[in-house]
């Protein structure tokens, strides 16, 4: 068994993009923010907008991120 962090930041072309793609591809969080009433709604995109600025670059956003690579062998294959 081995595991490894690797960088997986994420880009966008603007925020606006971001959160299309963040609200589209979270599941729970689309059914969520479709349940808001419209001003809660906008209020959260707005605050999510003024924080996610804080990753803007000449070229739209660069947010950090990592994810755990893991890796294992069972076993059975182990013993073979």
């Known amino acids: 068994r081995d595991h490894e962090d690797q960088r997986a930041?994420?880009?966008a072309a603007?925020?606006?993009?971001?959160?299309e793609r963040t609200a589209a591809l979270a599941g729970p969080l689309a059914g969520r923010l479709a349940a808001l009433p419209p001003e809660a709604a906008r209020a959260l995109r707005r605050r999510a907008a003024e924080r996610i600025g804080a990753y803007r670059t000449?070229?739209?956003?660069e947010i950090p991120g990592v994810c755990l690579v893991a890796t294992a062998v069972s076993p059975e294959a182990a013993a073979r």
């Open 9 to 11: 930041p994420a880009s």
């Open 14 to 19: 603007s925020v606006d993009e971001w959160w």
């Open 58 to 61: 000449p070229t739209g956003l």
